[in-house]
């Protein structure tokens, strides 16, 4: 075989070993390799060339990068701060709404109820929840919103019977608590209620809860100014009471024993826990904890003596053709209030649902101010009736004895001043008894500011002597606002009136007349320690509270003088039997008191006053009468006393 004809060797293009053996073979073989090659490279310059690695090694530095920012930034969400929006998620899944605690009811002594609690309905109202316009919106949008808030707001309105500004207003004045349920309308109807709960799918923020109303005895006329009302608490009250738990929806005391007692009578409010919808729509309870029910409190007063003394003071205003009076009557053994009359009054029923503005207007510009407290809180001047306590004052210095005697020629004069007694003619010789019963205004003026050879007290030992009794500080009654009087003195004048202390000054302030004011209840329990024999007592309303007798203890102080206050009771009883207040003496028990006719300034007639006490030898009442600007204290306040002590006599008295 020639070199030509050798064979040779090729591998096919499907991957067999072939051969071929002339040369016209090879050179279409070599042709094909060549076409396929090019085919190869134009099939490679199509598909571009290799990434390099420099491009690649950035390309993954990137997204390692990225993948870790992204993890890092999940990490902080869920681990650094997942606690706070895990709160804020359940805040918006979880509605926690307080349950407000039933409040504990009033009760006088012998168990009649004086305010007690009854259901009703109330609309609430949650301000965030309400469509609100945000600044980064578009103008159509934000007129949209504006529309759509108006819109619930108005209908709501509609259906408790409410203007959409009032809601407004409700809402700006607890702004600070926006996601809170705030009152909007307390003691909706039953059919009022169910009308708005069909509507509270359409009114976002609003719900209807039932609730309760206080509701107040209506037999006794004067029982608002002891027991006071309840309302709404507004915004300052919150602010002041959101760390005691108490919430914009809560009612608080306004007045009265509601006020003074409010840590008492309000318990302890509950929580719910309530899962909603985006909406608002409740999904299920989470959890609840039931409310502590306040505690019922029973009271010293009596009601029936309450309304019969408010029975008897009518014909006596009229008489006297008076507007004004006041009645304390405390019990003198522990200082348990029996009766407590300010008059004119108000019904406290009016301020439980929110009293209308024509309403409340007629009662603030009464002129006789049937809203103000004034057994408690008013001062007056106290004419006679604070003789008793100058006697005692004297007595207790040595200025006089049981024995000293004065004569009464009419009055005293001091150079070219006079000081009259009020009888014509001065009373004769007179003693302390006698000065007390027949109210000498003479023996006061020398055993109060001296005459001649006589030393008196002086206006020092005299306000020392009557703080003793009570007079210029609070009683420490259980009541707010209470008044604490006036004693004058030496200095209060010089700052006040630019005017030195002069002996006239004493004389008046010995006969309870100048610029000495005194409260109802204070005579009543300054005269409650004559009664007792010189035991300080504090008058007090509140006597059981649970069904626990609430304790009681003596006021601290110097103690009494027993011989001096002896005399001084002596002769508050020769006043019924020979004195001012005679009429009394008909009575089937015996009694003691002081009458007093009080000089109020002004071309305006004169206090009544009369305090006393009974049955003498072991009273169980003391009573301080007050009409205002209604004459003398013997022909206006005694017969009132008479009725008084005669009731309490055949009702009360073993």
Known sequence: MSRSDSPIFVIANDGRLGSVRSSSSLKAIDESVTRTGWEVASRRDTLGS????????????????????????????????????????DRNRVQTRVIPPPRGSVFDRFGMPLAVNVPTFALTLVPSALPRVSAEDPPERQEETRAE?????????????????????????????????????????????????????????????????????????TIGHVLGYTGSISAAELAALREQGYRPTDAVGKVGLEKSAEDVLRGVPGRTAVEVNASGGEMRLIDKNDPVPGTDVTLALDLAFQ???????????????????SIVAIDPRDGGIRALVSW??????????????????????????????????????????????????????????ERTSFLSTGGVRVGVWFFPDWRVGGHGMTDVRKAIAES????????????????????????????????????????????????????????????????????????????FLATPLQMAAATAIVANGGTR???????????????????????????????????????????????????????AGKTGTAQPGGNVPTHAWFVGFGPYEDPDLAIAILIENGGEGSSVAVPLANDLFAWWFEHRTP
């Open 50 to 89: 290799p990434v390099p690695m420099r491009r690649f090694r950035a390309a993954a530095v990137v997204v390692c990068a990225t993948f870790l920012l992204l993890v890092g930034r999940a990490a902080h969400l869920q681990v650094v701060e997942g606690a706070s929006y895990r709160a804020q998620a």
């Open 537 to 591: 007592v504090t008058p007090r309303l509140v006597e059981r509270a649970g069904g626990e007798p609430v304790p009681w203890t003596p006021v601290d102080g110097d103690p009494f003088d027993a011989h001096a206050l002896n005399v001084v009771r002596q002769g508050m009883r020769q006043t019924v039997t020979d004195g001012s207040a005679r009429s009394l003496n008909a009575l089937p028990r015996a009694v």
């Open 307 to 325: 309304r019969y003394a408010e029975e008897r003071l009518r014909p006596a205003l009229e008489a006297s053709q008076a507007r004004k009076a």
């Open 344 to 401: 004119p009054a108000y019904d406290p029923n009016l301020f439980v649902n929110g009293v209308d503005a024509a309403t409340y207007r007629a009662l603030t510009e009464d002129p006789d101010h049937p809203l103000f407290p004034r057994a408690v809180a008013g001062e007056f001047p106290s004419g006679s009736t604070f003789k008793p306590f100058v006697a005692y004052a004297a007595l207790r210095e040595g200025i006089i004895t």
């Open 149 to 221: 808030r108006e819109r619930i707001l108005a209908r709501a309105g509609a259906l408790a019977d409410l203007a959409p500004e009032d809601i407004e207003t409700f809402i700006e004045e607890f702004a600070a608590s926006p996601r809170e349920a705030i009152p909007v309308a307390r003691g909706l109807s039953y059919e009022t209620a169910m009308r708005l709960a069909v509507e509270l799918p359409h009114l976002p923020g609003f719900a209807v809860e039932t609730s309760t109303l206080r509701s107040y005895d209506t037999s006794s006329a």
């Open 440 to 515: 000498v205004n003479s023996f006061f003026y020398i055993i109060g500011g001296g005459l001649d050879a006589v030393t008196g007290l002086g206006v020092d030992r005299i306000t020392a002597y009557a703080r003793q009794f009570g007079f210029g500080k609070e009683t420490g009654v259980d009541l707010p606002y209470e008044a604490d009087g006036f004693l004058p003195s030496r200095t209060w004048k010089e700052e006040a009136k630019g005017e030195r202390w002069y002996v006239g000054d004493t004389y008046h302030l010995s006969i309870g007349q100048g610029d």
